[in-house]
C-alpha cells in the first residue's frame, strides 16, 4: 500500500511542474506581439489598442494560452476568430475580417453582445457548449457579406472548440469559417432547373411553358418582373 506521505510527495512534485511550466510559459508570452505578422491590420490592432480599458485587461496580464492561440491564430490563412472568457470578448484574424465587414474593426474586442458579430446568435450558444467542455458544427449558416460589388448573400460553416487556460479549463472558444456560398448556390441551382424541366415537361403549349418558366424563375430570384427577348446575330456582331 502506498502510504500517505508518498502521495502527498508525488502531489508536490506535480504542482512543482506546473508551476514550473506555467512560469515558463510566462516567460514567454510577453514576446508573443513581436511575432505577430507586421504586414496584417488585424495582429497591429493587438499591439495599438489599450486593452487596459476593455474586459481582457492589460495585454501583459493576458492568460499566456489566450496569447498563444491569438498568435497562431494570426499567421493562419483560414478565417479564425477566438470567443475569450463568459462574455465571449471576440478577436480575429486578417482573413475573418471580411466577415466582420463595415464592423470591422470596432468588433475586434469587443463582447458577443455589443459588438454585432455576423454570427452572434450561433457564437453565443457555442461559447456556453465549449465553456462545458464540448465542441459545436453548424453548417450552411446564411448570412449577408458586404462584397466588393454590395452586400451578398453567403453560407459558412462555423467549427467551434475549447481553449483552455493555464489549470486546463475551458476559458474560451475558437472558431474556425468556412466559406460554403459556392457549393450551396450550385446545390440550390441545380435544384432548381430539376424541378423545373419536371414542370415544364407536361405543359403542351409554347406560351404555357414560356409563362411558367417565368413565374418559377421570378420566384426563385424574389424579382418582381421576368421577361423574355431576343438577341439577333447581327445586334450581338455590333456590340462586339
Known amino acids: 500500500m502506498i502510504s500517505r506521505a508518498a502521495v502527498l510527495g508525488v502531489v508536490r512534485i506535480m504542482a512543482t511542474a506546473t508551476t514550473s511550466a506555467t ?3 510566462d516567460d514567454v508570452t510577453p514576446h508573443i506581439v ?22 481582457l485587461g492589460p495585454f501583459d496580464g493576458w492568460p499566456a494560452s489566450l496569447k498563444i492561440t491569438l498568435a497562431t491564430m494570426m499567421r493562419s490563412p483560414v478565417p479564425l476568430a477566438i470567443l ?3 462574455d465571449g470578448i471576440i478577436l480575429y484574424n486578417q482573413a475573418f475580417a471580411p466577415f466582420a465587414g463595415a464592423r470591422h474593426p470596432a468588433l475586434f474586442g469587443a463582447s458577443i453582445a455589443a459588438g454585432g458579430s455576423p454570427f452572434a446568435a450561433s457564437d453565443r450558444q457555442a461559447l456556453n457548449v465549449c465553456l462545458a467542455g464540448g465542441t459545436l458544427s453548424l453548417r450552411d449558416r446564411e448570412l449577408t457579406l458586404d ?8 453560407w459558412v460553416d462555423l467549427d467551434y472548440s475549447p481553449i483552455a487556460d493555464a489549470d486546463g479549463r475551458p476559458a474560451g472558444a475558437l472558431c474556425v469559417v468556412s466559406e460554403t456560398t459556392a457549393r450551396v448556390v450550385a446545390e440550390r441551382r441545380s435544384g432548381f432547373l430539376l424541378t423545373l424541366a419536371d414542370d415544364l415537361r407536361v405543359l403542351a403549349s409554347p406560351t404555357e411553358i414560356m409563362d411558367h418558366a417565368a413565374q418559377r424563375l421570378g420566384r426563385e ?11 439577333s446575330e447581327e445586334h450581338t456582331s455590333e456590340l462586339q
Open 34 to 55: 513581436d511575432i505577430m505578422p507586421k504586414a496584417q491590420a488585424c495582429a497591429d490592432l493587438v499591439g495599438r489598442r489599450d486593452w487596459s480599458a476593455t474586459a
Open 147 to 154: 462584397r466588393a460589388t454590395g452586400p451578398e448573400p453567403a
Open 221 to 231: 430570384l424574389t424579382a418582381s418582373r421576368v421577361f423574355y427577348a431576343e438577341r
Open 84 to 86: 475569450w472568457g463568459a
Open 23 to 25: 512560469k515558463r510559459m
